[in-house]
T-cell receptor, first 114, second 111 residues
Framework: DSGVTQTPKHLITATGQRVTLRCSPRSGDLSVYWYQQSLDQGLQFLIQYYNGEERAKGNILERFSAQQFPDLHSELNLSSLELGDSALYFC?????????????FGEGSRLTVL | EDKVVQSPLSLVVHEGDTVTLNCSYEVTNFRSLLWYKQEKKAPTFLFMLTSSGIEKKSGRLSSILDKKELSSILNITATQTGDSAIYLCAFTASGTYKYIFGTGTRLKVLA
């Protein structure tokens, strides 16, 4: 158990809908990273927050948004869902601001868009 | 553009074999290279290699960083069925906050 908690574990929804994925980082970690993993794809970096501030953005679609709250949990919002958004979404946390240490991953949220 | 390539994409071996997984990267201002093991869900950390620590070993697993060749290898000796997983490598660069992952090598160890 990495200490990173993600909910929900599984989510099935329809095209056009909107969902919110939630992540609680390890105790003491200030950085949260979101990744998308599609079938046979590596981990695609979406976005990173540190202590409530956005630090880095990857290939995140405009339909997706995220934020980190004062209690350090983070939410990833996915809207106008398409079939291609079906994937495993990981949250990872780190105590560091910069990428100087290891990342600890949650179990992921598997999103299925029908 | 910064990128990382892993090879082979997949590998099937028998218990007891030794395997070598490769990771090559193209990045400016390289900081570190990390290896992760992904079984069913969450990737779990194996090693982090930097300029000051180019070789790491833990039990049957070991990894070396070749900064000149911009690559790293992960060796697993005396493989076991429990080593079956996707092995991911990632690099980081100074001046950014990202961890860039490769697509992974899928290893299957047969009994």
């Amino acid at each position: 158990d990495s200490g990173v908690t993600q909910t929900p574990k599984h989510l099935i929804t329809a095209t056009g809908q909107r969902v919110t994925l939630r992540c609680s980082p390890r105790s003491g970690d200030l950085s949260v990273y979101w990744y998308q993993q599609s079938l046979d794809q590596g981990l695609q970096f979406l976005i990173q927050y540190y202590n409530g501030e956005e630090r880095a953005k990857g290939n995140i679609l405009e339909r997706f948004s995220a934020q980190q709250f004062p209690d350090l949990h983070s939410e990833l919002n996915l809207s106008s869902l398409e079939l291609g958004d079906s994937a495993l979404y990981f949250c990872a946390s780190s105590v560091f601001d910069a990428n100087t240490g290891e990342l600890f991953f949650g179990e992921g949220s598997r999103l299925t868009v029908l | 553009e910064d990128k990382v390539v892993q090879s082979p994409l997949s590998l099937v071996v028998h218990e007891g074999d030794t395997v070598t997984l490769n990771c090559s990267y193209e990045v400016t201002n390289f900081r570190s290279l990390l290896w992760y093991k992904q079984e069913k869900k969450a990737p779990t950390f194996l090693f982090m290699l930097t300029s000051s620590g180019i070789e790491k070993k833990s039990g049957r697993l070991s990894s070396i960083l070749d900064k000149k060749e911009l690559s790293s290898i992960l060796n697993i000796t005396a493989t076991q069925t429990g080593d079956s997983a996707i092995y991911l490598c990632a690099f980081t660069a100074s001046g950014t906050y990202k961890y860039i992952f490769g697509t992974g090598t899928r290893l299957k160890v047969l009994a």
